[in-house]
């Protein structure tokens, strides 16, 4: 784990537990070992437990009395209320950079830009939504809104978790999300805050059932094995 200077050590440990969760390598219904993290990363068993928390608050983990901490499931009705909230939330923010953004903003955003074109270039998955979500960092702010950024930091480990998963069912995702990504950055700067709005829920929805899909995919695939194993 590599330590970032400004965290408490309890936000470090989750998002080191949540990047493992996000890109997979803990799946859903697995149990956090609190002793095996706190091994393995040399902190205390206090450290851990305050460390679950936070993720438990991000809806990555759900920590049950005497059985304790399972990486959360990613169930349809869960992820549809995730994207509504996404939808509702990442609305405010593009209609309010549509109205406010100067020409001194944009250099970050076009940089972020050509980098996430670098990755699709080089099919780099990782680097390719960290891009993504740097645009997001980068369009926040905008919104002027602390409330929003708490509940936003609170949804978004899980969005990325929805995100990095369609990435990995599609191979022509990357090339959608670059396409919205760009479409998006024209509507706002000619400042058409509807267009912008339209595309976000459009992409958003695309990418919902994308997840769907492929969590439907999946549970044909664990009946079919169940069914094989009962005969």
Do not use: C
Request: net charge negative.
């Amino acid at each position: 784990m590599s330590f970032r200077a400004n965290d408490s050590l309890a936000e470090q440990i989750a998002h080191h537990v949540g990047e493992l969760i996000i890109s997979g390598e803990l799946v859903e219904g697995e149990r956090i070992q609190e002793m095996r993290i706190a091994g393995e990363l040399d902190v205390s068993r206090g450290a851990v437990r305050e460390a679950l928390l936070i993720l438990q608050r991000r809806h990555l983990i759900t920590i049950f009395p005497r059985r304790g901490a399972v990486v959360t499931e990613l169930s349809p009705a869960s992820l549809k209320s995730l994207y509504e909230l996404l939808i509702l939330h990442y609305s405010l923010i593009v209609r309010r950079i549509s109205m406010l953004w100067h020409q001194a903003d944009l250099p970050p955003f076009m940089t972020a830009l050509a980098e996430m074109e670098e990755a699709l270039s080089t099919q780099d998955i990782e680097r390719f939504y960290e891009r993504g979500y740097e645009l997001l960092r980068l369009a926040q702010p905008f919104a002027g809104n602390p409330y929003l950024d708490a509940i936003l930091a609170d949804l978004q480990p899980s969005a990325r978790r929805a995100a990095y998963l369609a990435l990995q069912v599609s191979r022509r995702e990357m090339e959608e999300a670059f396409g919205f990504l760009k479409g998006l950055l024209d509507a706002i700067m000619l400042r058409q805050s509807d267009r912008a709005v339209e595309l976000l829920e459009e992409y958003l929805l695309h990418q919902r059932n994308l997840v769907l899909e492929s969590l439907l995919r999946v549970k044909q695939i664990e009946m079919a094995w169940a069914r094989r194993h009962r005969r």
